[in-house]
């Protein structure tokens, strides 16, 4: 037998489904006798309340690159204890997408969403999962990226500190040509980072440091790409805006016949757990998923509860890791 889905009891009940998920949810005014309505269909349709404030979705752009895995890992970590169960879903050009997960979780019921480094990162996003799940008075969070014109609560890493602290350290290493392989524009995280890189470098009194930027995809190809260019220009270090864009340099360097560190200087961001392992162990920008993780579950928590939470985007503090993909510039 069909499993029976919030659309089944508004038809039943001859609601709109909106309404069946306020008095689901016990959320807004729901007039007594239309309550009844809802109350009469559910029991009469035999539908399921068991799981449906237990699953939150965890939307991701894909799981190729093991940094979205490892953060999906840590959401479901950090809601388990709080009695959710997360679901992942995984957006993929040419598979389902955002709003087709979403509508189909729905029938099943759901608690919250996560929007994990997902569209919520895209300057001019289609609004519409955001508005849909509004309608429904379904909570949701996101992570690195404010939703344009949608109230809800993010969590993001601090692009521009974390770009500052890679610039920096190469700046004390003694390079002064330093590039940047950065995302494609339009990415908030992107052009957070390009930011805090060409802020960075001026203040330090570097000219025109835009001309050592280059934009490519997030991608160990990417990386190899834009070191191309990179190293045409003549520059001795590279910030890269992944750790995979990181390895694609160091790779580009190494066909070459350049050494890393000793002919260029290399710095990831988001610190893979493997990125110690590499060679050479890559000098890297962490972003905090784990603190970031543990916020977006209380958060989700006290929505799903009707408690109240801060608005607007809380920023974390990255942290330098030095490992050995960085040393000073050839005499």
Known sequence: MAKVGISDVAARAGVSEATVSRVLNRRGVVAATTRRAVEDALRELGYDRGGQSQLVIV?????????????????????????????????????????DFITSMMDVGIAGAVFASASNTLVGA????????????????????????????????????A?????????????????????PAGN?????????????????????????V?????????????AETLLDQGVTAIVAAS????????????RRGLSVPADLSVVGYDDHQIMGFVDPPLTTVRQPIERISQAI??????????????????MFDPELIVRSSTAAPRA
């Not at 579950?297 to 809380?314: F, Y």
């Open 126 to 161: 289609d609004p519409g999962p955001y508005r849909l799940l509004q309608e429904r008075q379904i909570p949701f969070v996101s992570m690195n990226g404010a939703i344009e014109g949608i109230s809800a609560p993010s969590f993001s890493t601090n692009d521009k500190v």
């Open 297 to 314: 579950s209380a958060t989700m928590v006290h929505l799903v509860n009707r408690r109240p939470v801060p608005a607007g985007e809380l």
């Open 214 to 226: 280059v934009r490519q995809v997030y991608s160990v190809e990417g990386g190899m790409s834009a």
């Open 59 to 99: 939307l991701t752009p894909g799981l190729a690159q093991p940094f979205f895995g490892r953060l999906c890992e840590l959401i479901e970590s950090a809601l388990a204890p709080q009695g959710f169960k997360a679901v992942v879903c995984s957006t993929t050009v040419g598979g389902l997408q955002e709003i």
């Open 163 to 183: 770009a500052a602290l890679a610039v920096e350290h190469l700046w004390g290493l003694g390079h002064r040509q330093i590039g940047m392989i950065v995302g």
């Open 243 to 254: 750790d995979y864009m990181a390895l694609g340099a160091i790779r580009t360097a190494g």
């Open 188 to 212: 908030r995280p992107s052009e957070r980072r390009l930011e805090g890189f060409l802020e960075s470098m001026g203040a330090l009194g570097a000219e025109d440091p835009r001309r050592h």
